[in-house]
């Protein structure tokens, strides 16, 4: 898992050897079993997670008392609650493994040692908060101006290993369809 994720610093550019190792000494292992939570609505959201395997769902109740999944997170990628994280506020969202995760979380506490005393960290913190505003506007723009189709052929297509241990109801929630809608868009298409 480390190795993975020493893999994703270094190709920021950003990061010298000596302050990856630096900020590794920050990380702490935690697993997960699958249905337990990360992270419950209501709380504030701390840390900052690499998944390093196992898959990951962000999700909020609705006003209808629906269950909307926001955000699946797959194997060798970042996770938080970030408004809760940037703001130190309550998060509305619940952080719920699907499988059973493995991740290196650092508290943040420490993430702000490592950006106040390294520039290189501070770059990548800036970095970080860029490329996780691109996937939320890359998010909004595909719900808007792509077909429900198209949106499942991404999603199978950028996770194929994965997407088969996602239940069907929360991949619907995640497109913003109906479960049936999806199970016919999955009958009308032959991979």
């Known amino acids: 898992m480390k190795k993975k994720l020493i893999s994703i610093l270094k190709s920021s550019n950003l990061l010298s050897d000596s302050d ?4 590794l000494e920050y990380m702490v292992p935690k697993s997960f079993v699958k249905g337990e939570y990360l992270i419950k609505a209501g709380k ?20 209808r008392g629906d269950e909307v999944t926001c955000c699946l997170t797959f194997p060798n990628s970042f996770i938080n609650a970030y408004s809760s994280f940037i703001q130190n506020e309550k998060a509305y ?20 040692k490592l950006i106040n005393s390294s520039t290189a960290w501070l770059s990548f913190s800036k970095y ?16 808007q ?18 997407i088969e ?11 913003g369809i109906s479960q049936r ?11």
């Not at 429900?148 to 290993?161: F, V």
């Not at 241990?165 to 497109?175: D, E, F, G, H, N």
């Open 165 to 175: 241990q996602v239940p069907l109801k929360y991949i619907a929630s995640y497109l």
């Open 145 to 162: 101006m792509e077909s429900a189709e198209q949106r499942y052929k991404n999603l199978i297509m950028n996770n194929p290993e994965y």
């Open 128 to 143: 970080f908060a860029e490329q996780t505003y691109v996937m939320m506007i890359n998010r909004l723009l595909v719900i």
């Open 44 to 63: 504030t959201c701390n840390w900052i997670a690499f998944i390093g395997s196992g898959i990951v769902r962000n999700y909020y109740i609705s006003s």
């Open 181 to 191: 809608h999806l199970s016919r868009i999955r009958s009308n298409l032959s991979f």
């Open 20 to 23: 990856i190792a630096n900020g």
């Open 93 to 112: 969202e619940n952080i719920h493994a699907l499988s059973d995760i493995e991740a290196l979380f650092i508290h943040r506490r420490d993430y702000n």
